[in-house]
Every structure is written in structure tokens, then in C-alpha cells.
């Protein structure tokens, strides 16, 4: 089986989806500043954002390992369980970012602004999902999702700022 990276390198019109407006591109996997989880287990960086967010893998494994992001502003939070969990969201919801309450009426609202700037919004995420072999949750589902993971996260994903040793802040409080 294909993995999910190779087919976003080979897939153009999921990769340009996921640049935008997923805000999500493989070859910005440098977060610029030295960071190391809590827990000790590893931690490869494999994605970033426009706005110098990274991705990184957590523990040894492949696709399936739990994904953290860190923005660039010193909050991180564990984000899915394994790659399918993360495109999942960065598909259904591009905007999670600029969530604060997660509720459905927020989602909705910010979901509106995307498909008024992108009115093809909706077939080009469709194209996306089917050219990566991904079946697409509700809103509310990857929503609820997200949260989940983030919050039951335990210590193990906590993100240290090595050089002074201290913790990330939690970008997801529920």
C-alpha cells in the first residue's frame, strides 16, 4: 500500500489543496528552533505552515504515529493519531487553526468565510480526499476528534523549548 506522503507528492491537485488551504506543505518540515517532547520518545518534524507552524511525527513508526503541531508562537498540541487523522482534518476543516470554542456554530461561521473566498471549496476537497484514498468524516466528527486527542493527551506529548527547558503552551484547552 502506497503510503499517504507518497501520494501527496504524486498527487498535484491534493497537494495544492492541502498548500491551500490547508496551509500544510511537506517541504516545510524545519520548525527553526530546537524542541524535544517531554516523554524523550522522538520527534521528526515532516510538515509545516505558511506562518512557521510544524508537523512532527511522534515516537518510532511511520504514518501512524501521533502528529504534533507547534505553531511559531510557542503553542503546540498533539493533533491526530497518524497521517489519515491529520488530512482528514486539514480536508473537512482548514480552518481548525482559527477555532478558539470548537463548537459547530464557530465551525459553520468560519466555514463560510472559506467557501465564500473559494466557492469550489467543496469539489476540490472532494477530489483531494478521493485522489488520496480517504473517506471524509463530518465537520463535527474531526472537530470532536481534534479536541479529543488534544485534550486526553497526556504529558508524554508535552513540547520543551530545549535550549531553556521550557514547556509549549497548550493551543487547544477544553
Given at each position: 500500500m502506497q503510503s499517504l506522503i507518497t501520494a501527496i507528492v504524486e498527487n498535484?491537485?491534493?497537494?495544492?489543496?492541502?498548500?491551500?488551504?490547508?496551509?500544510?506543505?511537506?517541504?516545510?518540515?524545519?520548525?527553526?528552533?530546537?524542541?524535544?517532547?517531554?516523554?524523550?520518545?522522538?520527534?521528526?518534524?515532516?510538515?509545516?505552515?505558511?506562518?512557521?507552524?510544524?508537523?512532527?511525527?511522534?515516537?518510532?513508526?511511520?504514518?501512524?504515529?501521533?502528529?504534533?503541531?507547534?505553531?511559531?508562537?510557542?503553542?503546540?498540541?498533539?493533533?491526530?493519531?497518524?497521517?489519515?487523522?491529520?488530512?482528514?482534518?486539514?480536508?473537512?476543516?482548514?480552518?481548525?487553526?482559527?477555532?478558539?470554542?470548537?463548537?459547530?456554530?464557530?465551525?459553520?461561521?468560519?466555514?463560510?468565510?472559506?467557501r465564500e473566498d473559494m466557492p469550489d471549496l467543496a469539489a476540490r476537497r472532494d477530489r483531494a480526499a478521493a485522489a488520496l484514498g480517504l473517506r471524509l468524516p463530518t465537520e463535527a466528527e474531526v472537530l470532536a476528534r481534534l479536541v479529543r486527542v488534544a485534550t486526553e493527551a497526556g504529558e508524554d506529548f508535552t513540547l520543551i523549548f530545549t535550549p531553556e527547558g521550557t514547556p509549549y503552551d497548550r493551543l487547544i484547552e477544553h
Open positions: 498535484g491537485e491534493a497537494a495544492s489543496f492541502l498548500a491551500w488551504p490547508g496551509d500544510f506543505e511537506l517541504d516545510r518540515k524545519d520548525h527553526g528552533e530546537d524542541v524535544h517532547l517531554a516523554s524523550g520518545a522522538g520527534l521528526e518534524g515532516f510538515a509545516g505552515d505558511g506562518a512557521g507552524g510544524t508537523y512532527f511525527f511522534c515516537g518510532n513508526g511511520g504514518e501512524e504515529r501521533p502528529v504534533l503541531y507547534a505553531d511559531s508562537e510557542g503553542g503546540a498540541a498533539l493533533v491526530a493519531i497518524g497521517l489519515e487523522q491529520l488530512m482528514q482534518l486539514l480536508l473537512v476543516a482548514p480552518w481548525w487553526r482559527d477555532c478558539r470554542a470548537f463548537t459547530a456554530e464557530e465551525s459553520r461561521r468560519l466555514g463560510a468565510e472559506y
